[in-house]
């Protein structure tokens, strides 16, 4: 039986790192191709906590769950590099604002030496990174994409079914990022459906 579920999980784990990682390759084809503009601020901190967030989880027995954060924070951490570097991105006051805090709650956590309030912290600073991205999106909804997040989110799902140990710990930021993703992509759509409404009057 046990081997039977360690299976099941391995299965689930490879399954969400690669629905995971399909979202990516045609948001790096849009970025070649000029049509995605990422924020550099937000991938950039996004990439350090999930680096971070893949750490805590396989060391508290996140196993197969854990792998799609370790892979998603390679890619992220590729995106940020070709952000910071295309230069696009016009960096506002708010901007630096949302790095700053987030900075300081990576080393509040890193201080604390806590997995819980380190996770509990992490998930927060997800949420400011993702402010800058949000207010970017909404100004221009049609520079960012819907299908990287989307199926981003859905790999999230599958990884807390494939967990070794769930708990707090190690489904409290997958969770959080599968509701960030959510609520983003709904105010994409929302934001493309108004501007075409009003450019058709």
């Given at each position: 039986m046990l081997f039977l579920t360690l299976d099941y999980k391995v299965l689930l784990g490879i399954a969400a790192t690669l629905l995971g990682i399909s979202g990516y390759l045609p948001y790096f084809k849009d970025m070649i191709g000029r049509r995605i503009?990422?924020?550099?601020?937000?991938w950039l901190i996004w990439s350090i906590l999930t680096f971070i967030a893949f750490t805590v989880s396989i060391t508290k027995g996140g196993a197969a769950g854990s792998w799609v954060l370790g892979v998603q924070?390679?890619?992220?951490?590729?995106?940020?590099?070709?952000?910071?570097?295309?230069?696009?991105?016009?960096i506002t006051g708010l901007d630096k604002l949302?790095?700053?805090?987030?900075?300081?709650?990576?080393?509040?956590?890193?201080v604390t030496m806590n997995s819980l309030w380190g996770v509990v912290i992490s998930s927060i600073v997800?949420?400011?990174?993702?402010?800058?991205?949000?207010?970017?999106?909404?100004?221009?909804?049609?520079?960012?994409?819907?299908?990287?997040?989307?199926?981003?989110?859905?790999?999230?799902?599958?990884?807390?079914?494939?967990?070794?140990?769930?708990?707090?710990?190690?489904a409290l930021y997958p969770s959080v990022i599968i509701a960030?993703?959510?609520?983003?992509?709904?105010?994409?759509l929302l934001r493309r459906r108004a501007l075409a409404a009003s450019k058709s009057r």
């Open positions: 503009k990422p924020h550099a601020f937000s924070g390679v890619l992220n951490a590729i995106i940020a590099v070709i952000a910071m570097r295309s230069g696009k991105t016009r949302c790095l700053g805090l987030a900075m300081f709650g990576i080393a509040l956590w890193i997800d949420l400011i990174a993702l402010v800058p991205t949000l207010t970017k999106a909404y100004k221009n909804p049609f520079e960012e994409s819907t299908s990287l997040f989307i199926l981003s989110g859905l790999g999230f799902v599958l990884s807390l079914f494939a967990l070794g140990s769930f708990s707090l710990v190690t960030a993703n959510t609520l983003l992509v709904l105010m994409i």
